[in-house]
Antibody, heavy 125, light 107 residues
Framework: QMQLQESGPGLVKPSETLSLICTVSGDSISRLGDYWGWVRQPPGKGLEWIGS???????YYNPSLKSRVTISMDTSNNQFSLRLTSVTTADTAVYYC?????????????????WGQGILVAVSS | EIVMTQSPATLSVSPGERATLSCRAS??????LAWYQQRPGQPPRLLIH???TRATGIPARFSGSGSGTEFTLTINSLQSEDFAVYYC??????????FGPGTKVDI
């Protein structure tokens, strides 16, 4: 059974870079047609899609975050990562790694059928 | 960007009753809608995709309907574990994929 596990620092200072890793077990992140992504949830609030990466390395980002976000893959360790630069307190959230599903096979359209447990990242000095 | 709205914000029901949750898209999304359940302290769980297709392992008491801009999630005979927050998400027009603000189902 495929599992996702987030890891990284729980506290980041304002203006610095948030870096998280998602370790995937039970599946290969380079499997043909698969996507991998990140969604976040500020405390007590709703869900926000951050971005996704296709098995080929193509990336899709939320326009509201695009200038600050990078998602990349490390196939040798079966991991993918999130990097968010110039963070502010508004970036405080639980960050979930996810496995999106594309119902149209390569279109980029995505819903999210598997989720990690999430990691709370606080931005504070 | 497609804006998703959900109503009501909170729905109070008793165990064994039926709950009906609504989700509306700011423009037509055909049937490109997913529903998620989130229990306290847990990640979201996919319930429904394609507006009406139950995800693997989801009980039959959960059903989805709708197309275009209006969608409904129905939970029949509510169980204690169904008291949670429910989110809808569109995947028709992106980026970004957008979620509704959620409906809390409580006792």
């Amino acid at each position: 059974q495929m599992q996702l596990q987030e890891s990284g620092p729980g506290l980041v200072k304002p203006s610095e870079t948030l870096s998280l890793i998602c370790t995937v077990s039970g599946d290969s992140i380079s499997r043909l047609g698969d996507y991998w992504g990140w969604v976040r949830q500020p405390p007590g609030k709703g869900l926000e899609w951050i971005g996704s990466i296709f098995y080929s390395g193509s990336t899709y980002y939320n326009p509201s975050l695009k200038s600050r976000v990078t998602i990349s893959m490390d196939t040798s360790n079966n991991q993918f990562s999130l990097r968010l630069t110039s963070v502010t307190t508004a970036d405080t959230a639980v960050y979930y790694c996810t496995r999106p599903r594309d119902p149209y096979y390569g279109s980029g359209s995505q819903y999210f059928d598997s989720w990690g447990q999430g990691i709370l990242v606080a931005v504070s000095s | 960007e497609i804006v998703m709205t959900q109503s009501p914000a909170t729905l109070s029901v008793s165990p064994g009753e039926r709950a009906t949750l609504s989700c509306r898209a700011s423009q037509s999304i055909n049937n490109n809608l997913a529903w998620y359940q989130q229990r306290p302290g847990q990640p979201p769980r996919l319930l429904i995709h394609g507006a009406s297709t139950r995800a693997t392992g989801i009980p039959a008491r959960f059903s989805g309907s709708g197309s275009g801009t209006e969608f409904t999630l129905t939970i029949n005979s509510l169980q204690s574990e169904d008291f949670a927050v429910y989110y809808c998400q569109q995947y028709y027009n992106w980026p970004p994929f957008t979620f509704g603000p959620g409906t809390k189902v409580d006792i």
